[in-house]
């Protein structure tokens, strides 16, 4: 079975950085495609970026671009979403997802997702 797990979420101040982790198992990791969505209380599932081996990332939310980046860790079957510059529209519950069909951006449909890791931004 294809699992993901978001860890990282937690409490910081604006403008301090924060990295969150997805781990995959049960699928080969040579390639991937990774989607991060956040949804804030009361909004809507909103997509963050898409993230793969190729084509890297093609970012949704233009207030994210040059503050969120991604890295990987093939031995840990492990994508980050480093979070920089942490901004007060950034709070949400961060989830991760794959295409376990496709391997490229943009995905269709996502067919396994995380749990989601909540990121709250205050001072």
């Known amino acids: 079975q294809v699992q993901l797990v978001e860890s990282g979420g937690g409490l910081v101040q604006p403008g301090a950085s924060l990295t969150l982790s997805c781990t995959v198992s049960?699928?080969?990791?040579?390639?991937?495609?990774v989607g991060w969505f956040r949804q804030a209380p009361g909004k809507e599932r909103e997509g963050v970026l898409c993230?793969?081996?190729?084509?890297?990332?093609?970012y949704f939310i233009e207030s994210v671009k040059g503050r969120f980046t991604i890295s990987r860790d093939d031995a840990k079957k492990t994508v980050y979403l480093q979070m920089n510059n942490l901004k007060p529209e950034d709070p949400a519950g961060y989830s991760c997802?794959?295409?376990?069909?496709?391997?490229?951006?943009?995905?269709?449909?996502?067919?396994?997702w995380g749990q989601g890791t909540q990121v709250t931004v205050s001072a």
């Open positions: 993230a793969s081996n190729e084509e890297g990332v093609t």
């Open positions: 049960g699928l080969e990791f040579d390639y991937y495609v």
């Open positions: 997802a794959t295409d376990t069909t496709d391997y490229a951006c943009p995905v269709r449909e996502y067919d396994v």
